[in-house]
């Protein structure tokens, strides 16, 4: 008996409900190829439902193995399967005309016939959404895999922002509060005994009350730039940079082409902290006196260039060692491109500085909506 060659594998297990009513249709099939195959994996999971036994004849069949982790009784005599006693619907994926001729023959009461092209294009169309219901299931696992990238690295995101946030706070805004309270404590001294040395110094705490008031604002800039209120991705970065060139004495250059309006909330979100990121990289290790940042706004493609004169570093060494691809500020750079479905390439030479290069295909229904979502 001829079976048709199977073109796929199945390695997922089928669930079999344990009790079927006892109203179950029993269904015994013949041919376990690619037809007997589809029509076990659909129907073994019908709780109303029972194969009651397979004929193939080829003991390479595929439905075979399928059969017997399913324990359904096998036999090579597809005529067995015409003797039993309980049996209310036999189906022939075959295709052998001896198999559909004996059955265009066989007639009993209250059993039911399906061969032929009836037949094939029921087990084609079980197929077919089998088919689909795996590429469903491929596509959702892709979803939940970057789901879970996004709910990992946001997570971190959020430790290094507190981190961050801590060491300025007290390398910064401590520092200088501490410094002013031991002044006014000296002014307290000076009061009496020194009337103008208490006024001078009353004027250094003043000029250094002022810049712990300048650091403040920096860390409350950099934990929420004003502009996401607005969502206005250009004034936002433009601020940051003289903000970053004051703090760290860096040269910072900033140009820009295209409209922004054209990517969404959330995209110009992530890209704003990726240049952050980028940013801070130069800062920690770089040891560069300028860095340009360049932004393009296309139809279809956001790239965003941020270039640093620095002492660089062995892209390829830095690659192979995930220690220092994390250490060097590459991973997040890295992982916040791919969330927004783009790609960042980082090439870097010693004595040669940096450059970090992030393109983001801006779908049609990004550029349509404007970025109001």
Not at 97 to 110: K, N, S, Y
Not at 227 to 236: Q, R, T, W
Not at 317 to 333: Q, S, T
């Amino acid at each position: 008996m001829p079976t048709v060659p199977a073109k796929r594998s199945r390695t997922k297990p089928i669930r079999v409900p344990k009790r079927r009513p006892p109203g179950a249709t029993h269904v015994a099939i013949i041919g376990a190829g690619r037809g007997g195959t589809a029509l076990m994996e659909i129907l073994a999971t019908d709780p109303l439902v029972r194969i009651v036994g397979v004929a193939e004849i080829d003991p390479r069949a595929p439905g075979l193995s399928l059969a017997k982790r399913l324990r359904i009784p096998i036999t090579r005599n597809y005529r067995d399967l015409l003797d039993m006693e309980r049996v209310d619907l036999i189906i022939d994926v075959t295709g052998n005309p001896e198999v559909e001729r004996t059955l265009q023959e066989f007639h009993r009461m209250g059993v039911t016939v399906i061969g032929g092209a009836s037949a094939k294009f029921m087990w084609q169309l079980i197929e077919a959404r089998i088919r689909a219901t795996a590429e469903i299931e491929k596509t959702l696992a892709k979803y939940q895999a970057l789901y879970r990238l996004y709910v990992k690295e946001a997570g971190s995101a959020v430790t290094e922002e507190r981190t961050r946030i801590a060491c300025e706070i007290h390398d910064g805004l401590v520092q200088s509060l501490a410094g002013v309270n031991f002044k006014l404590d000296l002014c307290q001294e000076l009061l009496r005994k020194d009337p103008k040395a208490c006024q001078a110094t009353l004027r250094e705490t003043k000029a250094q009350l002022k810049l712990a008031i300048q650091e403040a604002r920096q860390v409350i800039f950099n934990l929420r730039p004003v502009h996401y209120d607005k969502m206005e991705l250009i004034p936002a970065l433009t601020n940051y940079l003289k903000s970053y060139e004051t703090q760290y004495h860096i040269k910072t250059e900033f140009s820009f082409s295209g409209d922004e309006n054209l990517l969404f909330p959330r995209t110009k979100i992530f890209l704003f902290r990726i240049v952050q990121e980028a940013l801070s990289n130069v800062q920690k290790h770089a040891q560069a006196g300028r860095v340009q940042v360049r932004l393009d706004i296309g139809l279809d493609l956001l790239t965003v260039t941020i270039v640093d004169d620095g002492i660089g570093f062995d892209m390829d060494a830095v690659a192979h060692d995930p220690e220092k691809w994390d250490h060097f500020g590459i991973r997040g750079i890295v992982e916040r491109a791919r969330l927004v479905g783009g790609e960042a390439q980082i090439d870097s030479k010693k004595g040669r500085g940096t450059q970090v290069m992030v393109r983001v295909p801006l779908v049609k229904k990004e550029a349509g909506r404007h970025g109001k979502n």
